[in-house]
């Protein structure tokens, strides 16, 4: 197949606004893919409707996504939208959907900023309509300007304190935070605290949330034995507070959160090189410094190489857009040392939170045999622990005895869960334990739609676009 | 129960969710239309019934509804169009 | 501690355990060693038929021990799901063979002809038209002109048939052990020695059942066995309503409610990727012979490999210079999972394999 473009840009968040506008500087062709109706990923979300400002609650950091995005829409920057990437095949061809059909196109290189979701948290009675992640009452209120009074929060990270900060000062009623970060983190954390002083803005940012959070509703530190109530919906959430009392409080809209990892469907699935992170407790795309994964000419760029947080995902963006800009001559690597010093800035925050909200795999695990662990399947943790029990050699064979992960999501959500559960049974590393074969079609496609497949050219765009 | 603030969208949309005439907003996703309607049970399922949305972007697949022709769509992902045809999704229903 | 057993088998896929079942519920001390999670593993690729008809149409004694085995079927099934408290989902009351145009629908009723004349009547099957290929599979296309009907077959879950083999195994007081590849096997005359990269274990007699693997290995106790890797590709729908009353080789309906449509044949080598335009040459296949297919979304694809001999039959052998050792390819783990389980167990324990599998000895492929 011919190469139609130069650079293929697979998501729209941050990275890929900035790997996309670099390129686009540089003089290269370029192509966005993205899921959503709207450039802006999950931390830019709805930018395009909250132009106007009048959402003060979003915050100044929401708001700067403003200005990229009015630049990456004056460019003209050649942007698919509403189109999923399903596949990226060994010769390096993109498969798309797009319009209820599929096509193939191929390009000199593809950079993937898938970014990254939310862990699961599988504490009893997460499955019950009511419950949600984080990230959803976070996505509810920037897109809808819609949330919920009357709820409660439950784990840690700083997404959590952003929202809550956000819903409070939306003007929605939060009745408690429930907050699982651990004491002992805080001494770990101190290290890797002086480093993460370059970006003291950021930090005093994180302490004046949770000031504002403190003073305007009830949090209770250190909670554990977290279990939801209700039988057909949730119904309200008993602990055991950091003073062994329990505790148990009424409520029909439960949040949970416990931190975020990378989006490795895609790069898992196009056969790029993962390693295991004990550190950010998820698997990495093992990348070089400018980005590239172990397929060349494939790079990842932002969150769903590892979290960075929003500026390290423009930064990487820049660095790998350059990168390609000097393989395809348009540029020299002196442009590059302003941006590497930006890099290490933007980076070195991230390791003091890593460790300050390092998980508790006590809330990956579930403490009940009989909670869900696979959602999609319906897969319990007895039934997870039963199939160990017969001796199986990893998450694969795992899979075909109990049906964990062979769901819709793809074992997204239960997949850690899983390979925590035989690593401490099978007494391994995490990484010895590895993770499913993840396999294409990464994102559901019809029969009809994977039937239409055509190669994309230029002159057969109005089919498809 | 979900509620949405004022802002600058208004145009409200009508469309059906069981049969029930439900209102969303300009843009707004069936998710969260439905979800401000106080509608939490979305998918069947055997254990608790029913599930509801749980991550709201793409990844859970926990919000699976019937729209219109469609079978068996995340709801979190598509826009409320006029007299859109929603209805739970359960595999019972769910044929060739 | 010396690891000494009846029987080592090399290889924890359909056909390892279903040997390894046998042999144990005859009171043999067994250890099965089975590779890695990340190496290529057939049997979770199987599509799950237990298939007779059209197979060994140019090779009897195939077509026999096909039948064979689908006969046991039955009650080999119901033994393992009481053992076990495992639902395989089986379902044998026939299955169908689609045909699209009129030359497949010709070389199908030749093919089956041909059986049918080798089995003196005891293989039966139905040649039907579209109208009558409805009835038995609504829903139908039309441009299907027809296809064939067999109550000879049916299909099961293969990866519930791999847990229900491997959990009676252990309930029989198998030994299994993963993430062991096997180095080196030595063998003294009466007693067979397998070294492994971390350990090594003993045994009196030796059967091979690796897959691909089987191609080194053999040559250890002084066999052959010339297998290459064919790639199948299949694809998985989500979840729908009971809806499929018989399995065809194109599509089946699981026991959860997913169709799963398969299957290519590719010989490209040791290579599992996914290939875009083939899955998309089975989408429109399967939209031909079920249109209403087209709406349902695919949850998942696999691909996997076949074990494959250069006439595509199994390969049964026994050792002369090793005497004990025995080495065993295939494709149909699971048709031949009865047969295995108790036929060839019994053979390999009687130190003979019987004489109805004599034609299936790699020196079929020696003679000039």
């Known amino acids: ?465 | 129960m979900f509620r949405k603030l004022k802002d600058s969208r208004k145009k409200e949309i009508v469309f059906f969710f069981e049969g029930k005439k439900l209102t969303a907003f300009d843009g707004e996703t069936i998710a969260s239309a439905l979800l401000r309607s106080g509608e939490i049970f979305f998918r069947e399922s055997k254990i608790n019934n029913y599930r509801g949305p749980y991550c709201m972007i793409g990844i859970c697949f926990e919000c699976l509804l019937d729209v219109d022709e469609m079978q068996s769509v995340q709801s979190c992902q598509v826009t409320v169009k006029n007299n859109m045809q929603v209805k739970r999704h359960k595999v019972s229903n769910f044929s060739l | 501690m010396i690891k000494s057993y009846d029987y080592i088998i090399v290889g924890g896929g359909l056909i390892g355990f279903s040997i390894g079942y046998g042999l144990s519920r005859l009171g043999r001390k067994c250890l099965i060693l089975d590779a890695h999670n990340n190496s290529i593993k057939a049997a979770r690729g199987n599509f799950g038929l237990i298939w007779v008809q059209g197979k060994g149409a140019d090779f009897p004694s195939y077509a026999d021990w096909t039948l064979r085995s689908s006969e046991l079927w039955t009650d080999f099934c119901k033994e393992l799901e009481d053992e076990s408290k495992i639902n395989l989902g089986i379902q044998k009351d026939g299955g169908i063979e689609v045909c699209l145009n009129e030359e497949e629908y010709n070389d199908r009723k030749h093919k089956l002809d041909l059986l049918r004349s080798h089995q003196n009547g005891k293989f039966e099957y139905q040649m039907l038209d579209n109208k009558d290929l409805s009835k038995l599979m609504p829903g139908l296309g039309s441009e299907v002109i027809g296809g064939s009907f067999s109550s000879h077959d049916g299909h099961v879950n293969p990866l519930y048939l791999t847990k229900s083999l491997h959990s009676g195994f252990l309930k029989n007081n198998g030994t299994f052990i993963y993430d062991e590849e096997v180095s080196e096997i030595e063998s003294s005359g009466t007693s067979f020695s397998i070294k492994t990269k971390i350990d090594r274990y003993y045994s009196s007699k030796l059967i091979l059942s690796a897959g691909l693997g089987n191609k080194h290995l053999a040559p250890m106790v002084g066999l052959e066995q010339s297998v290459k890797p064919i790639k199948g590709q299949i694809l998985v729908t989500q979840k729908l309503d009971k809806h499929l009353k018989y399995p065809s080789t194109l599509l089946r309906q699981t026991q959860e409610g997913s169709i799963m449509i398969g299957d290519s044949y590719e010989d490209i080598g040791e290579n599992i990727s996914t290939d875009p335009k083939i899955i998309s040459k089975i989408a429109k296949r399967a939209i031909k012979i079920l249109p209403k297919l087209e709406s349902k979304q695919i949850v998942r694809s696999w691909s996997a490999l076949r074990v494959m001999s250069p006439d595509g039959y199994p390969i049964y052998d026994q050792s002369e210079t090793h005497p004990g050792a025995f080495a065993i390819s295939c494709h149909s783990g699971v048709t031949l999972a009865a047969a295995h389980a108790n036929d060839l167990s019994k053979y390999i324990d009687d130190g003979r394999l019987g004489n109805e599998l004599i034609p299936f000895s790699q020196s079929r492929f020696n003679v000039s």
């Open chain 1, 1 to 465: 197949m011919k190469d139609i473009f130069d650079i293929i840009v697979i998501g729209s968040g941050p990275a890929g606004i900035s790997t996309s506008l670099t390129a686009y500087e540089l003089g290269l062709n370029v192509l966005v893919i993205d899921e959503q109706s709207q450039v802006g990923g999950q931390i830019y979300k709805s930018i395009a409707e909250n132009l106007d400002g009048n959402k003060g609650f979003l915050g100044k950091d929401y708001l700067k996504g403003k200005h990229l995005y009015e630049r990456f829409i004056s460019s003209g920057i050649e942007h698919w939208s509403e189109t999923s990437v399903w596949q990226i095949t060994e010769n390096k061809e993109v498969c798309f959907k797009r319009n209820g059909l599929t096509g193939i196109i191929k390009s000199k290189f593809i950079v993937i900023c898938g970014g990254a979701y939310e862990r699961a948290m599988p504490i009893t009675g997460w499955t019950l309509p009511g419950v949600m992640s984080v990230g959803a009452a976070q996505t509810l209120l920037k897109s809808f300007s819609v949330g919920a009074d009357n709820c409660v929060f439950v784990g840690c990270g700083p997404l959590l304190y952003l929202t809550v900060y956000q819903y409070l000062k939306a003007g929605f009623k939060v009745k408690a935070v429930l907050d699982t970060s651990r004491l002992k983190q805080l001494y770990f954390s101190i290290p890797y605290f002086f480093p993460a002083l370059i970006n003291f803005n950021l930090l005093w940012q994180g302490l004046r949330w949770i000031k504002y959070i403190s003073k305007h509703t009830k949090v209770y530190k250190r909670v554990k034995n977290l279990s939801i109530l209700g039988k057909e919906k949730a119904q309200g959430i008993e602990i055991t507070l950091s003073n062994e009392e329990s505790l148990k409080i009424d409520t029909q809209n439960i949040f949970l959160h416990q931190g975020i990892i990378p989006n490795t469907n895609l790069t898992m699935a196009t056969g790029i090189k993962h390693h295991w992170s004990q550190f950010q407790y998820c698997w990495h795309p093992t990348l070089s410094l400018t980005g590239e994964s172990s397929i060349n000419g494939i790079y990842v760029a932002g969150d769903n190489g590892a979290i960075g947080g929003v500026n390290a995902s423009l930064t990487s963006g820049r660095i790998v857009a350059l990168d390609i800009g000097k393989k395809l001559k348009k540029t020299t690597s002196f442009s590059k040392l302003f941006v590497w010093l930006q890099f290490l800035k933007d980076k070195s925050l991230q390791p003091f939170l890593d460790i300050l909200f390092q998980l508790d795999t006590k809330f990956l695990v579930p403490n009940n045999n009989n909670e869900i662990v696979c959602r999609c399947e319906n897969v319990n943790k007895s039934e997870i622990e039963n199939s160990i029990k017969l001796g199986i050699s990893g998450l694969n064979q795992l899979k075909s005895y109990c049906r964990a992960g062979m769901g819709n999501c793809q074992g997204r959500l239960c997949g850690l869960t899983v390979q925590t559960i035989i690593a401490l049974r099978q007494n391994k590393n995490l990484d010895e334990v590895g993770y499913f074969r993840l396999r294409p079609p990464t994102k559901p496609i019809t029969i009809k739609e994977l039937s239409s497949l055509e190669e994309y050219s230029m002159d057969k765009k109005q089919n498809i676009l």
